[in-house]
């Protein structure tokens, strides 16, 4: 008997018992769903990190007074560090010998931009930096142009807008030569950087970039630690350079030889392997959900084959008198035992990767199928199918032909 | 005459707790092409047990089973699935017909397990509906037949492997009288047709279809005999 044949078999005996089938299903719906939703998840998150972190320069890394991502309560060594000061930046910027271009950056979040009447969101954000920014951060100008060195000396009050704040402000009105309030503050618009689009749940569109001088003189450094973003010349240079920047800096900010550096660096792959590493426990914690389940839904399809087989002797004893053999039952109950894992397999995986790309989307990630763990999914389906299944399939196999028959 | 079934010397022991039941002993028969044999007997008498070995759904503790030249006695569980499906066409009391799947697919089981192609087995199986006149029920479930008909299935299903034997268990135990008497005609029909027919049966009204009647009373043939009745239209060696 072919296994297309059995196939069906199996599907019409699963419809007959509808609702026990569904609850036997369950089990393994829920394991495999587990496994696909957070697969997909943490799949779609990467895939947002990892464009969200090549909008860095490349060759670049960072200079900040915290990690980047952190696990765990903070400890006091870490909250005891001193905040990176302009004056370091620029001493750093002076002495340091190898590097291409050195980027000084401070922030002020969620304030609000005004053109006029018109007002944006309190969530746009200032950025106070230097024109090595550009370089660094991988930005460029679309129209006008970024402020020059010297503006930055002479703390001009100019600024460079992003596309979302012209579409908030200046529907129809050329922004550049304008007068824009960031904060309250006056500033003249010179120039629109390029869309950055989105990454990682959040857009780069809505900044603005002043010099840092006039920003420092604006809304002071009082609880501001400055970026610093370093440009290596070269991929060759990259590790000299952070070699370089590191052991000045660590005598610009007085680390005593022996003790660990008061702040971090981080670059586009030390940032993704502290994603990784991150993820990895919630690859771990649904690889075990998922197999605590599977466990469980196996179970579950033992007992019901066991069910079915003791409902189905006289089946099973009609089926031998009249010439299947011992094999064909086996793999008659076997193939019925994969196909009830491989439905629920099939309805957890599809539920798992809508679910994780909805909650994907939802922070912006891209859409995106774990192949992989599809596979797995279904191998792992198949696998539980024929691990719980044996059992009761060889005894309906072993079935004596004739007590079966008599079997009412 | 061509020898179908040699039975020599059977003997069937059942190990029940510490004693051991002797339900055969030493049973010799002997059934030829084209014989339509009733196996009689009352309940105890051994009767059924010498029908699951004739059936090869079981097998005798010593003594020879010779089924068309093939010493089946000596068979395992595979081999004797396989003679079941070639040699052996059963019709049960209860019919015994998978209730999920029509009568079409019912017939055609017997092929699907011995490996033929779709359309041919589809072929053959339509050929034996319509020999049991059921032309028109093939798409029926069994629970959407009469009984009659229902064994009528059975017979074709028992039929559509042209097997060496049709063996069948009070084929008209759970029919009414007149039904029971239509099944009778059809078998009768399929020994006039060239098939072995082999009918067990404790009801004499039944038994006196066949043209040779063999008693089984506690475990021995008691006796085996032409049916006086039938002795006209065939003749019978009895050895």
Not at chain 2, 143 to 154: F, H, K, P, Y
């Amino acid at each position: 008997m072919g296994y297309f044949e059995n196939i069906l078999l199996a599907l019409n005996s699963l419809r007959t018992n509808k609702l026990r089938a569904i609850l036997t299903l369950l089990g393994i719906v829920i394991g495999v769903f587990s496994i696909i939703a957070i697969m997909t998840l943490l799949n779609a998150l990467q895939a947002g990190i990892d464009t969200g972190l090549s909008q860095l320069g490349s060759n670049t890394f960072q200079i900040q007074k915290f990690p980047a991502i952190q696990f765990g309560p903070g400890n006091s060594k870490l909250r005891n560090r001193p905040d990176i000061t302009y004056d370091e930046g620029v001493r750093l910027k002076e002495r340091a010998t190898v590097y291409k271009y050195m980027s000084l950056e401070f922030y002020e979040f969620a304030k609000t931009f005004k053109y006029e009447s018109e007002s944006t969101n309190p969530n746009f954000t200032i950025g106070g930096v230097i024109p090595d920014f550009l370089p660094c951060n991988d930005f460029s100008i679309q129209e006008g142009r970024f402020f020059t060195e010297t503006e930055v000396f002479s703390a001009s009050p100019v600024c460079v807008i992003g596309l979302e704040t012209v579409d908030k402000l200046f529907k129809n009105i050329n922004p550049i030569g304008k007068q824009i309030l960031l904060d309250g503050r006056q500033f003249t618009i010179i120039g629109i950087y390029a869309s950055k689009g989105a990454g990682f749940g959040q857009t780069q569109d809505n900044y603005a970039f002043v010099p840092i001088t006039r920003f420092l003189q604006a809304w002071g450094s009082r609880e501001k630690s400055c970026n610093i973003a370093i440009q290596a010349p070269s991929k060759e240079t990259y590790n000299e350079c952070q070699e370089n920047v590191i052991s000045v800096f660590r005598v610009i900010r007085k680390v005593k030889p022996g003790e660990a550096d008061n702040f971090e660096i981080y670059s586009n792959e030390s940032l993704m392997g502290t994603v990784n590493s991150f993820t990895q426990y919630f690859k771990y914690g649904a690889g075990v959900i998922s197999f605590i389940s599977l466990l469980a839904a196996g179970v579950g399809i033992m007992n019901i084959m066991l069910v079915s087989v003791t409902e189905r002797t006289k089946e099973i004893g009609i089926r031998k008198a009249i010439g299947a053999k011992n094999v064909v039952i086996l793999r008659q109950f076997l193939i019925e035992a994969v196909t009830l894992c491989l439905i629920g397999g099939i309805i957890g995986i599809v539920l798992g990767i809508a679910v994780g790309n909805a909650v994907g989307i939802f922070l912006n990630s891209p859409v995106v199928i774990p192949y992989d763990w599809v596979l797995i999914g279904l191998v792992v389906c198949s696998a539980v199918g024929i691990g719980f299944g044996m059992y009761p399939a060889y005894k309906a196999a072993q079935l004596n032909p004739i007590d079966a028959l008599r079997y009412e | 005459m061509e020898t179908v079934i040699e039975l020599k010397n059977i003997y069937k022991t059942y190990v029940m707790g510490s004693e051991d039941l002797t339900v055969l002993k030493g049973v010799d028969v002997t059934i030829h092409m084209n014989e339509y044999v009733a196996i009689m007997g009352p309940s105890g008498s051994g009767k059924s047990t010498l029908m699951n070995i004739i059936g090869c759904l079981d097998t005798p503790t010593s003594g020879d089973y010779i089924l068309r030249g093939q010493n089946v006695s000596e068979m395992d569980d595979q081999e004797l699935a396989e003679v079941r499906n070639k040699d052996i066409g059963f019709v049960f009391q209860t019919f015994n017909l998978l209730a999920r799947i029509d009568a079409l697919r019912n017939v055609e089981l017997p092929l699907v397990y011995s490996g033929m192609g779709k359309e041919e087995r589809l072929e053959k199986a339509e050929n034996a509906l319509i020999n049991v006149g059921l032309e028109d029920r093939m798409t029926h479930k069994p629970n959407e037949l009469s009984g009659g008909q229902r064994q009528r299935v059975a017979i074709a299903r028992a039929l559509v492997n042209n097997p060496a034997i049709i063996l069948a268990d009070e084929p008209t135990g759970n029919l009414d009288t007149r039904t029971g008497e239509e099944i009778m005609a059809l078998f009768e029909t399929l020994h006039e047709n060239g098939n072995t027919i082999i009918l067990v049966t404790h009801e004499e009204d039944i038994a006196k279809h066949a043209h040779r009647i063999i008693k089984i009373r506690d475990g021995e043939i008691e006796s085996d005999m032409i049916n006086p009745s039938k002795v006209k239209k065939t003749a019978v060696p009895v050895e």
